[in-house]
C-alpha cells in the first residue's frame, strides 16, 4: 500500500551529471561491498567515468563518502520537511510526522537509509574532521529537546531516543522489504503509538530502581 503519494526528495541515483553519477555507483557499491571494500576504481567502471575523472569531483574515497553522507542526509531532511513538518506542531505530532517520513522514505529508498546507518555505525562519522550542518541533525533534535523541556520525556541522552526510534524502523521496514508485515498506514500509525509510550512512559513510571 502506498501510505503517502509525494515520492522521496532527490534520491541520490536521481542527481544529474558525472558527480551524480559517481554518487549513484558509490552508493550502489557501499550497500553491497562496505566501505573498506570498495575501491575509486570501481566506482568509477560502475559510475561510467574514467578513473581520473573521479577525482576532479572527490579527493578520495574518504571524501566520497563524507559527501554522500551529507547529500543523504540533506536528502532525508528535505523528505521530512515536505511531508507536512509544522515546525509550531506539538512535540506528539512533530514526532509522529517523522516518524511516517522516514519510514515512507526507508521503504522506498532502503539503500539510502542502509548507507545513512552504516556510515553512522562506522570510523567515518567519528572522524574529527567531519562536520554535521544543523539541520541535519533537525528536526528530531529539537522534537527531543522540546520533549524533556516540556517534561514529556524522561532527561536521558538523546541517543537513547535516537535508538528506540531508528532501531524501530529499520525492523520494521526490513520484515516489510523481505515479505513480512505490510507496514501499511493502519501498522505505521499503531507502531507510533507504541513508540510515544516507550518515550513518554518513563517520564511517569521511574520503576523501582
Excluded at 536521481?14 to 570498495?38: P, W
Excluded at 573521479?54 to 531532511?77: N, P
Excluded at 522506498?108 to 539541520?135: K, M, T
Aim: hydrophobic share 35%; net charge negative.
Amino acid at each position: 500500500m502506498n501510505v503517502h503519494s509525494k515520492p522521496p526528495t532527490r534520491p541520490i541515483e536521481d542527481t544529474q551529471g558525472k558527480r551524480g553519477d559517481i554518487l549513484g555507483a558509490g552508493l550502489r557499491l557501499f550497500d553491497e561491498q562496505g566501505f573498506h571494500g570498495t575501491s575509486m576504481s570501481e566506482i568509477a567502471e560502475a559510475a561510467g567515468v574514467g578513473a581520473g575523472t573521479i577525482y576532479r569531483y572527490f579527493d578520495g574515497k574518504e571524501d566520497l563518502v563524507d559527501q554522500l553522507y551529507a547529500e543523504a542526509r540533506a536528502a532525508a531532511h528535505e523528505s521530512i520537511m515536505e511531508m507536512g513538518f509544522d515546525e509550531d506542531a506539538s512535540v506528539r505530532d512533530r514526532l509522529r510526522t517523522t516518524w511516517r517520513a522516514v519510514i515512507r522514505n526507508y521503504m522506498e529508498c532502503p539503500r539510502l537509509y542502509r548507507f545513512i546507518l552504516q556510515y553512522e555505525s562506522s570510523a567515518y562519522l567519528r572522524r574529527a574532521q567531519r562536520a554535521q550542518p544543523e539541520d541535519l541533525r533537525s528536526p528530531f533534535q529539537e522534537i527531543y529537546r522540546d520533549g524533556v523541556e516540556q517534561g514529556l520525556f524522561p532527561a536521558l541522552p538523546q541517543s537513547v531516543y535516537g535508538s528506540f526510534f531508528i532501531g524501530t524502523v529499520t525492523h520494521l521496514v526490513q520484515e516489510h522489504l523481505n515479505d513480512g508485515p505490510e507496514l501499511d498506514k493502519e501498522l505505521i500509525d499503531q507502531s507510533f503509538e507504541m513508540l510515544w509510550a516507550a518515550y513518554t512512559k518513563a517520564s511517569v513510571d521511574p520503576g523501582t530502581g
